[in-house]
């Protein structure tokens, strides 16, 4: 599958910082996605982006499909301690429809 | 409502021994995908299945992965004779269809293979 650079792989940080993490992909993709994934659970979706220059917001929750459709990021505003996670961008090539993931950024909140 | 099944929650094999994970879609639909997610690594996708169509099976690793979906729900994933760096969580997902705009991918909770 394609391959997805994603930034930071880790984060630790005071409950009510902001936070944000991008991702990048080497080729074109046609669909962007955000998931979060806790300890013995799948990941879960936070945010789908669709179309480039698209900034969608979910809550607490910014993400922004880049002009050049190679790269997306996710801002969290006023962290909290269930903000804590593994949070994941996923991308839909031109070419498939296979998800291809990045390998997660690891949030860690305290109180 | 029903979320993505997937059974057992935990299985620990011996090497060489054959296992089946299965997995338990949503009703209605018609997409179904494995992934594989190794310890602090991203999502490996194995293989899709789209309806009645022939499945992708372009990510599976090595002939002793295989998978079915019976009656275009349930699906089998099976790995023969396993391997130590088979241990892994193996994730299912299904969708409405594909990963257009209307179909996003729900997940399973997954099923942790341990091979001794």
């Known amino acids: 599958g394609q391959q997805l650079n994603q930034s930071p792989q880790s984060m630790f940080i005071q409950e009510g910082e902001d936070v944000s993490m991008n991702c990048t992909s080497s080729?074109?993709?046609?669909?962007w996605l955000w998931y979060k994934q806790e300890p013995g659970e799948g990941p879960v979706l936070l945010i789908a982006?669709?179309?480039?220059?698209e900034l969608t917001s979910n809550g607490r929750l910014t993400a922004q499909f880049g002009i050049t459709r190679k790269d997306s990021f996710l801002n969290i505003s006023a962290s909290i301690p269930s903000d804590v996670g593994i949070y994941f961008c996923?991308?839909?090539?031109?070419?498939?429809?296979?998800?291809?993931f990045g390998k997660g950024t690891s949030l860690l909140v305290t109180p | 409502g029903a979320g993505v099944s997937q059974s057992p929650s935990n299985k620990v094999t011996e090497k060489g021994k054959d296992v089946e994970l299965r997995c338990d879609p949503i009703?209605?639909?018609?997409?179904l995908y494995w992934y594989r997610q190794s310890l602090g690594q991203g999502l490996e996708f194995l293989i899709y299945?789209?309806?009645?169509?022939?499945?992708?099976k372009s990510g599976l690793p090595s002939d002793r992965f295989s998978a079915e979906r019976t009656g275009g729900s349930v699906s089998t994933l099976t790995i023969q004779r396993t391997q130590q760096e088979d241990s892994a969580v193996y994730l299912c997902?299904?969708?409405?269809?594909?990963?257009?705009?209307?179909?996003?991918?729900?997940f399973g909770n997954g099923t942790r293979l341990t091979v001794t």
């Open positions: 997902a299904s969708s409405p269809a594909g990963t257009g705009r209307n179909s996003p991918l729900h």
């Open positions: 080729s074109i993709f046609n669909t």
């Open positions: 982006l669709y179309k480039a220059g």
């Open positions: 996923a991308g839909v090539s031109n070419s498939g429809y296979a998800l291809n």
């Open positions: 009703s209605g639909h018609t997409a």
């Open positions: 299945f789209q309806g009645n169509s022939a499945p992708d």
